[in-house]
């Protein structure tokens, strides 16, 4: 599984960005998705997830309420919908896939995640 991430950009705070993360291969349909994302000087965090069949989310604590994940398999498509954005949100923003079966749980540790893209940087200023 190749994954390319895109649409990052520079906003003001308080703006809103809708991240995408396409797939190439076939095994898209059959894996959880996350998002995860690393600031300068910080280590990669955890931001959200979705099961394979969409069903279920997870989402860190610092981005419930303001971002939403979806997936669209048909697409091969996972998207990062994010809103109020702050300061604090600035960093380069990762999707990966964990190719699972269907009962598994959503991870937050991102070594249980096999695949990932070279991120997208999403800054936002003040």
């Known amino acids: 599984v190749q994954l390319q991430a895109s649409g990052g950009g520079l906003v003001q705070a308080g703006d809103s960005l809708r991240l995408s993360c396409a797939a190439s291969?076939?095994?898209?349909?059959?894996?959880?998705m996350a998002w995860f994302r690393q600031a300068q000087g910080k280590e990669r965090e955890f931001v959200a997830a979705?099961?394979?069949?969409?069903?279920?989310?997870d989402y860190a604590d610092s981005v419930k309420g303001r971002f939403t994940i979806s997936k669209v398999n048909a697409e091969n498509t996972v998207y990062l919908q994010t809103t109020s954005l702050k300061p604090q949100d600035t960093a380069r923003y990762y999707c990966?896939?964990?190719?699972?079966?269907?009962?598994?749980?959503?991870?937050?540790?991102?070594?249980?995640?096999?695949?990932w893209g070279q991120g997208t940087l999403v800054t936002v200023s003040s």
């Open positions: 990966a896939a964990d190719w699972s079966i269907l009962t598994a749980p959503l991870y937050r540790n991102q070594n249980e995640y096999e695949y």
């Open positions: 291969g076939r095994i898209f349909s059959r894996s959880h």
């Open positions: 979705i099961s394979r069949g969409g069903g279920t989310t």
